[in-house]
């Protein structure tokens, strides 16, 4: 489940909030249960034993492509059928035809004519990490956003954060084997590393890309008793996550239609032959291949949606023009709002200076690019109601019998309390603190330092929420030492409730050029509220957060993600630091305790957040969730 929490929009560079939404009332206020994560292959089976349960055993038939098909002449009337042939010589014979055959659709160009679809522009890696980010309490998905490439994580259950880098490029380009990761860190590689631990945390195995095409939207998607559904009709960008959830409203509609159909030709009293073919339109609905001609359907199911086999007929060609005209102008639309979100989550600028080659090194000026006031200014006006259209614009299409009065009574926030949901959104530092996450400082740039996995188990488990030495990290080059030097694990515990001592004779012992003894302090914020700042402790030296200079005698926040350099800021041919530096890491609780007693992350932080929501009241005693992972 996502919808339960914070959702939004983030800088890709810097990981700095730009938009958050509220996925949540904008679900519950409309009665609906809030946005889940399924996996492909959970919502596929989960399809295929509802066909089954309704159609009869022998209802879906694998391994049959279509190659063609002959429907009845236009205008036969209730009755009449579509005959379909497959590649090893079947043919299928049924009251319509479905073609939920994908982007590269036979049964569309059957109908309608060769077209071709549209390159996006942007090829796509994906992969599923099993990583439980420092904020999963409170954040469901991120959108990362840059210059010519984007990137998208989601918790996806079970311990596990999904991914999508986009990078514009020409269709048809392919990685070197085993070069995907290399690959993705070169693009993003000085990105946030909300991003980059997503990728190192990826085996280089289950890395996939594919370019992202999709279709213009067409105004007709029925001929006769043959229509399209889901891709076929209108495969879009996968940017709003749309494209599924409009196949299955799409499916949606058409069994109400056909249940309505059906009901009136019974009321009627039309006799015909007839009917012998819907239940394998109702499987066909999903991408299934049809009924052998001899397999009439079960009819066991009580299902609203199906009806026992009759000799009433229906007309089938009005159903589907009904079906047609109730979804083609939703799913253009969407399709619209899909290509607009590439557009911009791929063109924003945070600072001056992307995107413009040679002096893309001014973007370390920091200076605001104008384009991301307005930016702001617009998607916070746009924002809630196009969502809110996204998520409940269908929701006319829904009968009471097929609300799931249940889900309601789950969908509270998992993580937080309801009430704290206006001041999670307005206030970043808040939603920050809030993390249950042990902070850590790691070496970074530092021949021999991992900052990845060894620094981060350094501190182990009993450090909640401060801002920890990683103390055990023996560098081979001698640059840089870590505490504790002097005192052991006390030199660490000493810096938990005050200042941690970055210098040459610190806690954190650094040497270099322009290195004071005692340079830099990493301490608690003065206003109490979780937070870290570095302060300068007066050597006249200078210090750095994430490129910033700390200001004399003064101090600059810190967030999870930023470097700390000290002395000179030496930068190499591509900006970035080459100094020794430090990178201030935040960690989830139950990741670092699971690590510490080396366990994997994911059984036991779903127990966690399980026991959790049992404590809230939000899960039964018993509840055994589906994991999921997209
Ligand atoms: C990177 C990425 C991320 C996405 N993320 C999301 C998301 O988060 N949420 C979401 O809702 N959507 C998402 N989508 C979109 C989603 O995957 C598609 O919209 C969805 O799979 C479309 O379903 P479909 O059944 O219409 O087509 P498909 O899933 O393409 O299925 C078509 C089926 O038809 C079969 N077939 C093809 N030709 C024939 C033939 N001649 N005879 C018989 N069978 C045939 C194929 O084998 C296949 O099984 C994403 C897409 C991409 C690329």
Known sequence: MTGDRVNGLVDGASGEWYVKFDMFHLAVDQGLPVTRVISRFTLQRLLAEACERIGGMDVLVNEATVVSFEDAPAGSGPGATVWAATADGRRFEGDLLIGADGIWSK???????????????????????????????????????????????????????????????????????????????????????????????????????????????????????????????????????????MAIEDGYQLANDLTDAVAAARAGKVEQSGLAGLGAALAGLFGGSGVADDAPPSSSSSS????????????????????????????????????????????????????????????????????????????????????????????????????????????????????????????????????????????????????????????????????AAAARIALPDGAVEVGPAAGGEAAVAAGFGGDIVLGSGGDVIITGPGVAPRHLAVRPAPNGGGGWVAADLGSGLPAWVDGRRVPAGGSLPLRPGDRIELGALAIDAKGAPVAPAWCVKAVHEGVVAVRAGGDGWGAPRRAEVEAAKRKRGTAPPSASREPVAA
């Open 107 to 245: 049964v569309r160009t059957s109908l309608f004519g060769p077209a071709p679809a549209t390159y996006s522009d942007y090829t796509c890696y994906t992969g599923i990490a099993d990583f439980t980010p420092p904020d999963i309490d409170l954040v469901g998905y991120r959108v990362f956003l840059g210059h010519g490439k984007y990137f998208v994580s989601s918790d996806v259950g079970d311990g596990k954060m999904q991914w999508y880098g986009f990078h514009k490029e020409p269709a048809g380009g392919e990685d070197t084997p085993g070069g995907r990761k290399a690959r993705l860190l070169d693009i993003f590689g000085e990105w946030t590393d909300q991003v980059t631990d997503l990728v190192r945390a990826t085996p280089e195995a289950d890395v996939l890309r594919r370019d992202i095409w999709d279709r213009p939207p067409i105004m007709a998607w029925a001929e006769g008793r043959v229509a399209l559904l889901g891709d076929s009709a209108h495969a879009m960008q996968p940017n709003l996550g749309q494209g599924g959830c």
């Open 304 to 467: 609203p949606h199906t009806t026992p086999p009759t000799t009433f007929a229906f007309d089938a060609e009005a159903v589907l023009k009904r079906y047609q005209a109730s979804r083609i102008p939703r799913a253009a639309a969407i399709h619209g709002l899909a290509r607009m979100a590439a557009v911009m989550a791929s063109t924003y600028k945070a600072y001056l200076g992307e995107g413009l080659g040679p002096l893309e090194a001014l973007t370390r000026l920091r200076i605001p690019h104008p384009g991301r006031l307005g930016g702001y200014v617009a998607i916070n006006a746009a924002m809630p109601s196009m969502l809110a259209w996204v998520l409940g614009g269908n929701k006319g299409a829904l009968r009471a019998e097929d609300r799931p009065l249940a889900c309601r009574a789950f969908d509270k926030p998992a993580g937080f309390d309801e009430a704290d949901f206006p001041a999670l959104l307005a206030d970043d530092a808040a939603l920050l603190h809030r993390s249950r996450a042990t902070w850590f400082l790691t070496p970074v740039n530092v021949a021999g330092a991992n900052a990845d996995s060894a620094a981060l188990d350094a501190a182990g488990p009993g450090t909640p929420a401060v801002l």
